[in-house]
């Protein structure tokens, strides 16, 4: 091209060139076709250094352990495979205390604070659709045993009902009332007592 009529006047040598004198970048992406490794570039596509399609990598989604909790939300990212896991992406332990589920003092009425908790049990009961469970519902030594044991047991069943209509299916749960059986905490004083009422999911193989 003459310079009279180059507008790229010091094109390097070699460089194929349009009819201006300027390097010739076909496919219009703002690469010239002597660097660009994709010269077939679909119009408005926002290319790379190679004039290749740009792929921005979601991090929203990426779930580095692949227990299904995506990497942002994942308070354990190192689960070992194949993991049953919570709705933190934390493994689940054989049985666990499902900590602030309460009850209405000497009934099975689950108060409305303890929902919250509970629709993360069965999210993460959803989630884990291999996973049976029995409700395990306990209480502290006050009062007598009978009534406790049938009170645990009211309690278990009322835990079970609520995950149930939550959508977890009855037939991966059994509720199970143990009274004042086993207690964790000590029952001559206010806090353990706290402790001793309370409901349990226990894994079953």
């Avoid at 077939?40 to 921005?56: M, Q, R």
């Avoid at 007598?144 to 149930?164: H, I, P, T």
Wanted: hydrophobic fraction near 35%; charge should be negative; aromatic fraction near 4%.
């Amino acid at each position: 091209v003459a310079d009279n009529s180059d507008q790229c006047l010091g094109t390097p040598a070699g460089v194929m060139v349009d009819a201006t004198g300027c390097a010739k970048d076909s496919d219009k992406d703002g690469i010239m076709d002597s660097a660009d490794n994709c010269p077939g570039t679909a119009a408005g596509v926002a290319v790379d250094s190679s004039g290749c399609k740009l792929v921005i990598a979601s991090t929203a989604a990426k779930d580095t352990d692949n227990d299904g909790i995506a990497d942002l939300k994942d308070q354990c990212p190192n689960s070992k495979a194949g993991a049953n896991v919570d709705s933190r992406g934390c493994e689940l332990k054989q049985s666990f205390v499902l900590k602030g589920v309460n009850f209405v003092t000497g009934s099975d009425e689950i108060t409305g604070a303890s929902m919250g908790v509970l629709d993360n049990v069965a999210e993460t009961l959803i989630r884990n659709g291999d996973i049976n469970v029995e409700v395990r519902g306990y209480t502290d030594d006050r009062g007598a045993a009978d009534f406790n044991q049938s009170l645990s047991q009211q309690r278990a069943e009322s835990v079970k009902a609520y995950l149930r209509s939550s959508g977890v299916a009855a037939g991966r749960m059994k509720a199970k009332g143990y009274g004042e059986f086993d207690p964790i905490a000590d029952n001559s004083t206010s806090a353990g007592r706290a402790m001793n009422r309370r409901v349990q999911l226990h894994i079953i193989e």
